[in-house]
């Protein structure tokens, strides 16, 4: 006779391998019916190198999930857009997304929500965050960095991935509003090792989402679109 405990936490398993895989398939299909035109860039030279991922950061260290407790290579992304006539100043964008990160997230793929559950506002450097994602996964950040025109998450324990990653805007010298993510980061674990490391659906979900990203933070600036999205991908490999 199975005992009810373990009828309870197999039929719960059961429903959240049912609510992966229809996520999963769900996103799949807005991934193939809405491919977003970015211009890539794969190279291995890019200016500037890698924060100090050995330095103090805000909050209980012990939780932090950084590079060194990856796996794979370490991949450092950029994805970028540019607009002009924005009605939004480069502080005032980034003081818009970190009131409310889920108007410009692509909530069917990623969003932003307290650790109690309620959707992510007002962010603060300390704050701990859940990004709820399709699939077995859900990543788990923190504030750590908040400027006039940027702001920074670390990746905490049970991520996807193990790293940073910043947002940021500025202003060229044509005078267009940029705003760029740019991230360093390795495989959190083995499966999310398979499917961006030797598989093309990890990389191209999430090169997918980060678009989505900047096409709403440009629609959110009030601004006209001057590029498409662009992404620059560098890998370095242990020991680099």
């Not at 805007?169 to 674990?189: C, K, N, P, Q, Y």
């Not at 999205?229 to 370095?236: F, G, H």
């Amino acid at each position: 006779m199975v005992a009810p405990g373990r009828t309870r936490q197999a039929r719960s398993t059961v429903r959240r391998v049912g609510q992966w895989s229809l996520d999963l398939a769900t996103t799949l299909l807005r991934y193939t019916a809405q491919r977003i035109p970015t211009y890539r860039r794969h190279r291995e030279q890019t200016p500037g190198g890698p924060p100090d991922f050995d330095r103090e950061l805000p909050g209980d260290a012990a939780t932090l999930q950084r590079p060194g407790a990856g796996i794979g290579p370490l991949y450092h992304r950029s994805y970028w857009i540019f607009v002009t006539d924005e009605t939004l100043s480069a502080e005032g964008l980034i003081s818009t997304i970190l009131a409310e990160p889920n108007q410009v997230a692509p909530i069917e793929m990623a969003s932003f929500e307290t650790l109690d559950g309620e959707p992510a506002r007002d962010l603060q450097v300390g704050d701990e965050l859940i990004v709820r994602l399709p699939g077995p996964w859900n990543g788990p950040i923190r504030v750590i960095e908040r400027t006039p025109t940027s702001f920074r998450f670390v990746t905490l324990r049970g991520h996807m991935e193990a790293g940073e990653i910043e947002f940021r805007t500025s202003v060229d010298a044509r005078g267009f509003l940029e705003f760029r993510i740019e991230s360093w980061a390795r495989s959190g674990d083995p499966l999310f090792h398979l499917l961006y490391g030797r598989l093309f659906i990890g990389r191209e979900l999430q090169q997918h989402m980060w678009a989505q990203f900047c096409l709403r933070v440009a629609r959110v600036s009030g601004g006209v679109r001057m590029s498409n999205v662009a992404s620059s991908t560098r890998r370095l490999e242990p020991g680099r």
